[in-house]
């Protein structure tokens, strides 16, 4: 059973950092492109970034790209999202979610995580 | 940016009632289009994906049509268990979702 399981979220300062982790399980992680995607309180659903199966190609979305930074470890089947000079905006449940190909990041998400909560406030 | 809009934003329905879903693309997306599911507390699940291809262990009852800008997904004989948030999410240029429709039954 394909499993995601996210943490690291919580409350922090603008400007602040933290970093979410992605733990997966149930399939074989470096055969698969992963993502991060977040929703604000009341708003819809936003992409934030991709990574490629072996991690070698990354993209972000505009809104994040500077500040956030994705990576992966394979050998514990990890994502992760570090994420740095945090805003109000930010604030968001992070899911993160699995591509069905390594290669492919213009994909659906085929399986997601239930989200971890940041919330950034002073 | 890929605009997704869905109709109607909530719909109250009743069991074994036929509901169709509706997304427009404010651009072409091709057939680039799926369709999720997502009850209180759960994670999304991935429906339908490019715009009418069936996922496996999703009942039948869930199908998808339409390409370009214009797509539909339509619940068939509708069950008590299928009250969600059901929103649709591009992949043709980069990824944008639509702001999702509520069914109450």
């Known amino acids: 059973e394909v499993q995601l399981l996210e943490s690291g979220g919580g409350l922090v300062h603008p400007g602040g950092s933290l970093r979410l982790s992605c733990a997966a399980s149930?399939?074989?992680?470096?055969?698969?492109?992963m993502t991060w995607v977040r929703q604000a309180p009341g708003k819809g659903l936003e992409w934030v970034s991709s990574?490629?199966?072996?991690?070698?190609?990354?993209y972000y979305a505009d809104s994040v790209k500077g500040r956030f930074t994705i990576s992966r470890d394979s050998s514990r089947d990890t994502l992760y999202l570090q994420m740095s000079n945090l805003r109000a905006g930010d604030t968001a449940v992070y899911h993160c979610a699995r591509l069905p190909l390594e290669l492919g990041v213009l994909e659906p998400f085929d399986f997601w995580g239930n989200g971890s909560l940041v919330t950034v406030s002073s | 940016e890929v605009v997704l809009t869905q109709s109607p934003n909530f719909q109250s329905v009743t069991p074994k009632e036929k509901v169709t879903i509706t997304c427009r693309a404010s651009q072409a997306v091709g057939s680039s289009l799926h369709w999720y599911q997502k009850k209180t507390d759960q994670s999304p699940k991935l429906l339908i994906k490019?715009?009418?291809q069936s996922v496996s262990g999703v009942p039948s009852r869930f199908s998808g049509s339409g390409s370009g800008t214009d797509f539909t997904l339509t619940i068939n004989s509708l069950e008590a268990e299928d009250a969600a948030v059901y929103f649709c999410h591009q992949s043709y240029d980069s990824h944008t979702f639509g702001q999702g429709t509520k069914l109450e039954i």
């Open positions: 490019y715009a009418s």
């Open positions: 990574i490629s199966g072996s991690g070698g190609s990354i």
């Open positions: 149930g399939f074989d992680f470096s055969n698969h492109a």
